[in-house]
């Protein structure tokens, strides 16, 4: 309790946890629609908003948002109707936000970026007036996630059926492209770009199995990643770490950990069977 002392770690710990919240109810879709690569795509191209808000003296968080916005509304147009390609052209425009960005701050006047803090998250300095755009941002996709939840699991779940059935497919899929480049841009403040898919991947993928529904599904992501986010944190404030990297190394240490487990769980079981087929040859 001694770190909430701190105004900066008391920040920390609200915009972790509100990234949590979000990456838990996001993450869900991001998985079962199998969008991963993408959301990586978005993350990367992200650092062009960095560097044009540098570059041109805008604020950082409403030049990414807008940056990372535009970039995932074109990527969602690609895979929408060219799947087969839309890696490729993924990975293009993933390369080349990148380059526009670092090109950007190399041109930028009096250049003092600190670029590791938006490669790997500088949540120990997130201001209180950047954690009011993240609630803003937080409570924007919980509304629409919510009130447009019916749609989402259709398209989600049955593509085709969803359009036979009237749905507007693409309005959706825009919408959910949409809501996942604001998604990256408040991930982006807590463990940086490098390590934006993690965060959303890895509560997903522990609860997926477990969970009997998606509701069930989204808390445990939510609770999940709260739990490594402060467990992170509080390593990151002991041992003197990087707050995202430690926050990640959690999250991937208790997955590897629970894969392990699973992996023990289920070699019992057929062991035990072998060794039944076993006797009763010998009988």
């Known amino acids: 309790m001694e770190i909430l002392k701190y105004e900066f770690m008391r920040h920390a710990l609200a915009a972790g946890l509100l990234t949590s919240i979000i990456c838990g109810i996001m993450g869900t879709l991001v998985v079962v629609n199998r969008i991963v690569f993408l959301s990586g795509g978005i993350a990367h191209a992200a650092y062009g908003g960095i560097g044009m808000a540098f570059y041109f003296n805008w604020p950082v968080i409403p030049s990414t948002m807008g940056f990372s916005l535009g970039a995932s509304l074109v990527m969602a147009a690609v895979t929408l109707n060219n799947r087969q390609r ?12 990148m380059a526009f960005g670092i090109i950007l701050v190399d041109l930028t006047p ?11 998250g500088s949540i120990l300095s997130v201001p209180g007036s950047d954690l009011m755009i993240m609630g803003l941002i937080g409570a ?7 009130f447009f939840y019916k749609e989402l699991m259709a398209i989600s779940y049955d593509e085709e059926f969803a359009g036979l059935r009237g749905l507007p497919v693409r309005g959706i899929y825009f919408s959910l492209i949409a809501m996942l480049g604001l998604t990256v841009v408040m991930v982006i403040q807590v463990v940086g770009l490098i390590m934006v898919i993690a965060l959303l991947t890895i509560p997903p993928f522990m609860m997926e199995k477990s969970a009997r529904c998606l509701g069930t599904m989204r808390a445990g992501e ?8 402060i467990a992170g944190l509080y390593l990151s404030y002991r041992f003197n770490l990087t707050s995202g990297a430690a926050i990640i190394m959690v999250a991937g240490t208790v997955f590897l950990v629970t894969l392990g487990c699973e ?3 289920d070699f019992r079981p057929r062991a035990k069977t072998v060794h039944q087929h076993a006797g009763e040859l010998n009988d």
């Not at 939510?222 to 986010?229: V, Y």
């Open 140 to 146: 924007l996709i919980l509304f629409l996630v919510v």
């Open 222 to 229: 939510s609770s999940l990643g709260g739990w490594c986010t």
């Open 86 to 97: 839309a890696d490729t052209v993924i990975g293009v425009i993933w390369a080349v936000g």
């Open 110 to 120: 009096g250049y003092n970026v600190d670029l590791m803090s938006y490669l790997f």
């Open 263 to 265: 992996k023990i769980w």
